[in-house]
């Protein structure tokens, strides 16, 4: 199947290009952008003018809601994502089971191909912050980072212990940048409308 | 320095940092002299007649202790074994106190092991001039007579230093067997000195020893001569240096497939004890290549070497 994606503002960050031109895509590749040939015969033209033409994004956070009563299983947060052009889906290890083992990461990805689930490791086991994970393996089941989430490493050596072994083998870490105990029961930004909203507010200081 | 007297001469061991080439070539031959040619058996001399060797063990020691042993009594020298954990320093003696006792018994030998890094030396400092300590292994610091070993191992099978790239793996960050090999291997020129193990068992700053670092064990073991194998302390996992589990030996274990990324025959020496699956693998251990029986073995040669030198050193200054 051939497809003319015409006249759209085509961004490409990776390849430094931001112009409005036509893309041409060949049985799901792009191959041409620019000059479309005129033997390329499209089966389908899309007029994209006065629209962005982006590659696939990739939510570096998706955490869905698999256990609860209305939340979304991970093929519907999987599918809502594809509609709204989010081809990749990282998924954080404080999920359920807990991605501190090499069969839960796999067993995670196999929910989805399209778009693409990668796991994000646990960075101690059951994010205890007692014990460094198996990271390797973790690697190996295809984690792409590895994260605490948001519970806090409380013994600041056990966290330096966790940057060290992942840095052995150059395997990225993810911190969330908030202390825990300064940001406990708060559910907003500590400001006017938290205030005003009789909510708990979470200070500047815990980030 | 307080392990030279004034000949520049060695009167206690206490660390290989600050020996010349020198210093270390006359032990290591010395050691030799106590074998009887061709027949791989150790020497009974009188070197130490009439002395007494103190054995102050104040951490476990099975085989440091007995070739300790062992080589006072192939010198003829009284042995005195203290099982210090167990004795005096439990009922609130000092070590200096422990000492001076030791001293008014006339013990001229004091071997000393303790768990706090520069114990050997704060011993050195309050004994008589006639009194030779020997560091037996001090917290994290020094381990001089394992080091000297290994490197009478190495000699013996594997020849010149400078020819050989060695590589030591495992728990560098706690060795005191490791700061003392690494000291011993530059003193004597090796080519190239590595160490190898995750960034959570190498020290800060170890490259200014002179070492070159690895975090990938085949890669870290290429064009190498020489493996010399650390034990794991299995509590390392408990204090969360490493995962639970088998993490640490399927990257670091030395197998006979990570065995193969070294250069063909490569030597591998290990302080002991082994641990079998934990860093090394029962069939590599037991390999012709593997010569950890033969470094007890030399150990008892090298620590006779090491206390007639120093009784020998310490004789002329009283």
Redesign the interface.
């Known amino acids: 199947m051939n497809i003319v994606i015409k006249n759209g503002r085509v961004i490409d960050v990776a390849n430094k290009l931001d112009k409005t031109t036509d893309i041409a895509i060949e049985n799901g590749k792009i191959k041409h952008i620019g000059d479309i040939p005129a033997h390329f015969v499209a089966t389908q033209t899309i007029d994209a003018r006065d629209r962005w033409v982006l590659p696939g994004l990739i939510d570096i956070c998706n955490r869905p809601q698999m256990h609860h009563p209305q939340g979304a299983s991970l093929i519907n947060e999987a599918n809502a994502a594809l509609k709204r052009g989010i081809t990749t889906l990282c998924i954080p290890p404080d999920c359920d089971p807990i991605l501190d083992t090499s069969a839960n990461a796999i067993r995670l990805k196999q929910n989805s191909t399209l778009p693409a689930i990668h796991p994000i490791g646990a960075l101690t086991t059951a994010l205890s912050g007692e014990a460094i994970a198996d990271l390797t393996s973790l690697k190996e089941a295809g984690c792409v980072a590895f994260s605490n989430a948001q519970r806090p490493i409380a013994d600041t050596k056990m966290l330096r212990h966790c940057y060290d072994y992942a840095a052995s083998f150059n395997l990225t870490v993810i911190v969330a940048p908030q202390c825990a105990m300064l940001a406990k029961v708060g559910i907003a930004h500590e400001g006017f409308v938290a205030l005003r909203l009789g909510w708990h507010g979470i200070p500047v200081s815990s980030e | 320095m307080l392990q030279f007297n004034k000949q520049k001469r060695l009167k206690h061991l206490l660390t290989i940092d600050g020996l010349k080439k020198d210093h270390i070539t006359e032990i290591l031959n010395r050691a030799e002299d106590f074998f009887i040619p061709h027949t791989g058996e150790i020497k009974q001399t009188n070197d130490l007649h009439g002395k007494t060797v103190a054995n102050l063990f104040f951490e476990p020691s099975t085989r440091t202790r007995s070739t300790f042993e062992l080589a006072a009594k192939k010198l003829s020298a009284n042995v005195l074994n203290l099982d210090i954990s167990h004795s005096s320093t439990s009922k609130g003696e000092s070590l200096r106190d422990t000492v001076r006792n030791l001293q008014a018994m006339q013990c001229q030998v004091f071997v000393v092991r303790h768990s706090a890094s520069g114990a050997a030396h704060f011993v050195a400092e309050h004994v008589n001039e006639d009194v030779a300590i020997i560091n037996a292994g001090d917290g994290c610091h020094a381990h001089p007579t394992q080091a000297l070993l290994d490197m009478f191992t190495i000699r013996k099978h594997r020849g010149e230093f400078h020819k050989l790239n060695v590589a030591i793996i495992g728990d560098i960050l706690h060795s005191r067997v490791a700061r003392s090999q690494i000291n011993a291997l530059q003193i004597l020129g090796a080519a190239q000195v590595r160490v190898i193990g995750?960034?959570?068992l190498i020290p800060k700053h170890i490259e200014q020893m002179g070492v070159k670092v690895f975090?990938d064990l085949r890669q870290g073991l290429q064009g190498v001569d020489v493996i010399m194998m650390l034990r794991l302390q299995l509590e390392r996992?408990q204090s969360?240096?490493?995962?639970?589990?088998n993490?640490y030996y399927?990257?670091f274990g030395l197998t006979s497939e990570s065995y193969q990324a070294a250069n063909p025959d490569a030597l591998i020496i290990h302080p002991g004890p082994i641990n079998r699956g934990v860093e090394i693998d029962s069939d590599i251990a037991d390999s012709p290549n593997a010569v950890i029986l033969d470094q007890v073995t030399n150990g008892i040669a090298i620590r006779m070497a090491v206390m007639s030198l120093l009784t020998e050193n310490t004789k002329g200054l009283t």
């Open positions: 995750p960034q959570t975090h996992m969360g240096l490493l995962p639970k589990g993490a399927r990257l």
